[in-house]
């Protein structure tokens, strides 16, 4: 490295006395760095000539960031290395997008779980008021731990498109570390890491699950692939929200587009509502998910929806029920009369009859277990002690029974013409 770059002004060399290994070295250049940010890149990379500039514009004022390019792989330059890392609840991180082929389905700069270490840049000051890598890591883990504790004082993580770097695949590293004292950090640093960060990830987890924006956006997805088995299919996501489900969708390649009337910033979804769409394309998939009871023609919508349909297209339809035995229990209290916008309130056999009417087939009915309505216990905590223990000792009968099927709160079907 001296040989090759000592000479250049612009660029200094630290040498270090010791074994620093990756997290210790990147500290060591971060103290006798002297900008304001800070680049961390792995020496196996080739990088695009604008990637740092695209990086400081997508900062832009910002300073409690980290942002990561767009890596693919040096030797297949079409396939995706990551485009950020995703952390499960079980304490795994991967990279996202990781062996696919680049067909821009990633082509939107958006938040992750955490950067990639091979390359990224954060603020140096807020680098340091992270304390830097924990170099108890040496290697593995040590990017998913900063990017967590920087989430824990509102820091977050961005993957930006638009920078690019060609990553060869840690071939010194192969070469030099054998593949127990691989697998040991791997397993070690993973335990460490959900660890230290365990009450940030449950709390984070809890919201999303109880948002229907983590585990229920999955369960809805995978479903729907193994039903249609196809790996590719167009889909449009109507009512979409704020396309949790849509980019969830686009991120595992499918090409999806959605529809809301008022939706955030999104280069996909279309401003409308579902009267007044217009579309010169039909798909092979339209999901509604919570959209129906919000509908003044339901009946008009689902024939329209028709018209959007492929000929061997399926309709993904999910709405709570009425008529179950929780709503009779809780009565007024019954989570689906919370919400005011609603317009339907529909029995399981008032759906099927108006799916019946409007040329749709249903085919089969989807698994809705993870998406409990918890009005069984909130309503009691608002009435009284006695309302209180009603409600904890029916909570779970009534669950039990809606997970067997004989107590429908909320319904996914799947529908062909």
């Not at 767009?70 to 990279?95: A, E, H, P, R, S």
């Not at 299919?233 to 390649?253: E, I, K, W």
């Not at 919508?301 to 028709?306: A, D, E, F, G």
Request: charged share 25%; hydrophobic share 40%.
């Amino acid at each position: 490295m001296k040989k090759n770059y000592g000479k250049k002004k612009k660029i200094k060399i630290i040498r270090s006395n010791k074994q620093l290994y990756f997290t210790g070295g990147s500290n060591l250049g971060a103290k006798n760095a002297r900008g304001e940010k800070l680049i961390f890149l792995n020496s196996d990379t080739v990088v695009d000539k604008n990637w740092i500039k695209e990086l400081v514009k997508f900062a832009n004022g910002h300073n409690q960031y980290l942002i990561q390019p767009k890596i693919l792989f040096y030797n297949q330059k079409d396939i995706i290395d990551n485009v950020g890392g995703k952390y499960t609840f079980f304490g795994f991180g991967y990279g996202i997008g990781r062996g696919e082929t680049d067909c821009e389905q990633y082509d939107e700069n958006r938040q992750v779980d955490y950067v990639n270490a091979t390359a990224f840049m954060i603020d140096k000051d807020f680098f340091w008021k992270l304390g830097g890598f924990d170099e108890c890591f040496r290697y593995f883990y040590e990017d998913v731990d900063l990017s967590l504790r920087a989430k824990k004082v509102d820091g977050k993580s961005w993957y930006c498109y638009q920078s690019v770097v060609y990553h060869k695949g840690s071939l010194s590293f192969k070469k030099n570390v054998s593949k127990k004292v691989i697998f040991y950090y791997l397993q070690r640093n993973r335990l460490i890491t959900f660890l230290k960060n365990k009450i940030l990830l449950h709390l984070k987890h809890f919201s999303q699950m109880s948002k229907h924006k983590f585990l229920i956006n999955w369960l809805r997805f995978w479903e729907l692939k193994f039903f249609i088995k196809r790996r590719k299919f167009s889909l449009l996501d109507l009512g979409c929200g704020d396309g949790s489900f849509l980019h969830l969708a686009r991120q595992h390649g499918i090409n999806a587009l959605g529809v809301e009337k008022t939706p955030l910033p999104h280069p996909h979804i279309i401003v409308s509502s579902i009267k007044d769409l217009k579309l010169d394309k039909k798909f092979d998939v339209v999901v509604m998910f919570h959209v129906l009871e919000h509908l003044k023609n339901p009946e008009a919508s689902l024939k329209q929806i028709m018209t959007l349909l492929k000929k061997d297209g399926i309709l993904v339809i999910e709405v709570p029920l009425i008529g179950n035995f929780t709503e009779k229990f809780l009565q007024k209290d019954y989570f689906a009369y919370h919400d005011k916008s609603h317009v339907n309130f529909f029995t399981k056999n008032k759906l099927l009859s108006l799916l019946n009417k409007t040329g749709f087939v249903v085919k089969r009915k989807g698994c809705t277990l993870l998406e409990f309505p918890f009005t069984v216990l909130t309503s009691g905590f608002k009435k009284g002690i006695i309302k209180e223990l009603t409600g904890l000792i029916f909570f779970l009968p009534l669950k039990l029974l809606s997970i067997f099927g004989f107590n429908d709160e909320i319904i996914r079907l799947y529908c062909v013409v």
